[in-house]
């Protein structure tokens, strides 16, 4: 189960919706302008940035940027609400009882969080002086996502289908939630870049927090919050005296509801939050003599990843990263590393609405793992900070491979206490089951992404770290996204169905089953059964697999960690 399936969105490069996943070319790129001060007593050091003064001694104090954090807080909040609803459609999908093909065309639509690096460089780049250089790109990507969300609004619902003979619109349905998320993806490029020179220099350590809380609150109201209140169960048991047909929301009236508070917010940003002016020159401020007698003296320093950089030097450096013969095999082994546990993480949340377990429910089965998900990362870094926090990744590869035995496991007895489709209700020991087996994966998940996030960050060039980073975390999502999305499509191919009549008999009928609910089937008078579940198949296949690959590129990986840390180093810089 992936947190797009549970409904909580974690903070790690698995999801293909990861944003998934929120690392930005702004940090390798142009948006950290400071000017360096340093003391010759030793006692203290002085941050001036955008003409502001930090002392390293002196303590974050938000309540000084207390507007600006909340108005970060805020961005986020909006750029997880896309997210949070692209999520919830393939539960949607799979409740309409959808081929897994067709999911693996909507997967589509998380991709360009993953792949915004490509176009990361021209955001930061290019930008109108008068408008502000993040405001040039916030305003017009925001505006597009609120008019798209009302236009959306109005077409959605025959997108998807009407669950009476109209069958759902994928391919438009696909495009235009991947526009939605091009230009969340956009927008998040532009608010990671103003946080650094929104904030004090003292505060900006809260830009990350912003971030994290932010987005996360967003895809939990797109989500967890959406798909609660669309269900007519569990309005009718939980928040209304008399039940209808419906939920108090529906999908077009919340992207109706999200469309008008992007284009409201956004006009208010534009009109009332100037930016500050960046000041692009780097210098080092040396005092002579003590605090009572300061002269000042002023030193350019030579130009580094701080520096705004121009859009073709910030392709060059990618280009000269990937001429490193270490990154190649380095990119070769990470980008088959996930094939063993795609399907385990794709495709068992899916398999559990397929088999009866409600969405709604299934999404809210997150929220009990997010103290969890917060604890985790405190409790791993702490063994993932020495020099080897590679080997931590490797230790956390088999057991969470051996996750995917046990989601199969869960998926039988799903399917065993269940009918083959619709709502069924589950005893109240089931779903403690489900959260258990959920958070044994997420120690797992967890444990690789502090690890591989370690991992980049120690063999990451410091001269162009932002870049290099940024890049690392792209493979590592890509290692996650193209074997999911094959999963989807091929479960359908090794699944087999037959046609078997409605009553008592069973018998078998002259019809065809590709699909769950196929046509062809219901017209003959039956229903399709599946007789062998091709999900069983690719999660043994996939585990195969990710121990044939431990066992061959494991070896690589082990080689690669034991090497200088010189050898990641980009020529040419290596002295500088």
């Not at 909580?8 to 944003?19: I, K």
């Not at 916030?138 to 997108?159: A, D, E, H, N, R």
């Not at 007519?232 to 109706?256: S, W």
């Not at 589950?426 to 797992?444: D, E, K």
């Amino acid at each position: 189960m992936t947190s797009q399936q549970t409904g909580v969105r974690s903070r790690n490069p698995d999801e293909h919706q990861q944003h998934a996943q929120g690392f930005s070319m702004e940090d390798g790129t142009s948006t950290v302008h400071d000017v360096l001060a340093s003391h010759t007593s030793g006692e203290s050091e002085t941050i001036v940035r955008n003409g502001e003064e930090c002392h390293s001694d002196m303590p974050a104090d938000w309540r000084k940027n207390k507007p600006s954090i909340a108005l970060l807080l805020f961005l986020y909040v909006l750029q997880g609400i896309p997210l949070g609803l692209a999520g919830s459609i393939p539960l949607i999908l799979q409740q309409a009882n959808v081929g897994y093909k067709d999911q693996a065309l909507f997967s589509l639509v998380f991709w360009p969080f993953t792949l915004k690096l490509i176009w990361a460089p021209v955001v930061d780049g290019i930008y109108n002086k008068r408008m502000g250089r993040r405001k040039s790109w916030l305003v017009p990507v925001q505006y597009g996502i609120g008019i798209l969300m009302i236009w959306l609004s109005f077409y959605v619902t025959s997108m998807i289908g009407d669950g009476a003979g109209s069958p759902p619109k994928l391919l438009a349905l696909t495009t235009s939630f991947f526009i939605l998320n091009l230009l969340a993806a956009t927008q998040d490029i532009a608010v990671d870049g103003w946080a650094l020179t929104m904030l004090d220099r003292c505060n900006v350590g809260y830009a990350s927090t912003c971030n994290s809380v932010g987005q996360t609150a967003g895809y939990f109201l797109g989500n967890v919050v959406f798909l609660a209140l669309e269900s007519a169960d569990f309005c009718n048991k939980y928040l209304r005296y008399e039940p209808t047909k419906t939920g108090i929301v529906t999908l077009d009236t919340f992207l109706l509801f999200w469309g008008f508070v992007f284009l409201v917010t956004t006009s208010l940003v534009w009109a009332f939050k100037p930016e500050k002016p960046e000041r692009h020159a780097l210098q080092r401020q040396v005092s002579h003599g003590n605090d009572s007698e300061n002269e000042w003296t002023t030193e350019e320093l030579p130009q580094t990843e701080g520096e705004s950089l121009g859009i073709g030097q910030t392709y060059w450096q990618l280009l000269e990263i990937f001429r490193l013969r270490n990154i190649q095999i380095y990119v070769l082994c990470s980008l088959f590393s996930k094939i063993g546990t795609a399907a385990a993480d794709s495709l068992t949340g899916l398999k559990l609405v397929e088999y009866g377990v409600p969405k709604e429910k299934l999404a809210l089965l997150g929220v009990p793992v997010v103290p969890l998900q917060v604890i985790l990362p405190l409790i791993i870094s702490r063994y993932t900070a020495g020099p080897r926090p590679l080997s931590i990744w490797m230790m956390a590869y088999i057991p969470r491979l051996l996750c995917g035995l046990i989601f199969a496991a869960v998926v039988s007895w799903t399917r065993s206490l269940g009918p083959q489709s619709g709502p069924v209700e589950f005893p109240s020991y089931y779903y403690f089951v489900i959260v258990l087996v959920y958070a044994l994966h997420q120690v797992t998940v967890y444990t690789m992404f502090v690890a591989i996030m370690a991992w980049h960050s120690r063999i990451s060039d410091p001269r162009v770290g932002g870049t290099y980073m940024t890049l690392l975390n792209t493979v590592s999502n890509l290692s996650a996204n193209w074997p999911s999305m094959l999963a989807m499509w091929f479960v359908d191919v090794l699944t087999k169905r037959e046609c078997r009549s409605n009553d008592v008999t069973q018998s078998l009928l002259d019809a065809a089953c590709p699909t769950a609910n196929s046509e062809e089937c219901e017209l003959a008078g039956g229903r399709c059964v599946v007789t062998s579940d091709g999900y069983y198949y690719e999660i043994v296949i996939g585990i195969g697999i990710g121990l044939v690959w431990f066992y061959y590129m494991g070896k690589r990986l082990r080689s690669l960690e034991l090497l200088n840390l010189q050898s990641w180093r980009i020529p040419g810089r290596q002295q500088q």
